[in-house]
């Protein structure tokens, strides 16, 4: 699914961090629907990984999705969600903010990419949890 949704990921390669929680949605067939993971990335949290099926965008299930992780969160006490974003106005619904890029830690292996702000421009965005 993540790859499916062009993610970066590399199959059979371990996360740059230590999974907190993956997340799914699957329908009464098995069918996965949506998934999410979490890493702690040296103390930090991230929203690592948020996918939905693409013949599913727009039907709300990424937005329940994320209350589910967004509960989660705030039932492990966690202060802060990062992530670095490639649709970031979608996360802005959600009240996450911009981090500058000169003042974001490195939260994702995008910023360690040649290709970063040099012709692939994702976000760093954090959401202070209430």
């Known amino acids: 699914l993540y790859d499916d949704n062009d993610l970066e990921i590399e199959i059979g390669k371990p996360p740059h961090g230590e999974i907190i929680k993956n997340f799914e949605c699957v329908d009464e067939n098995g069918r996965l629907l949506a998934g999410a993971t979490l890493l702690n990335k040296s103390g ?5 990984y948020l996918a939905v099926a693409k013949d599913l965008h727009k039907s ?9 992780i967004l509960s989660a969160l705030k039932d492990r006490r966690e202060k802060e969600l990062w992530l670095c974003a490639k649709v970031p106005e979608y996360y802005l619904k959600f009240g996450f903010d911009y981090v500058d890029d000169q003042e974001a830690p490195r939260i994702s292996l995008c910023q360690s990419c040649e290709n970063y702000l ?9 959401k202070f949890l209430e």
């Open 60 to 68: 709300g299930i990424g937005k329940e999705m994320m209350r589910v």
């Open 118 to 126: 040099n012709g692939c421009y994702p976000k760093i965005m954090r």
């Open 44 to 48: 930090i949290c991230g929203l690592e």
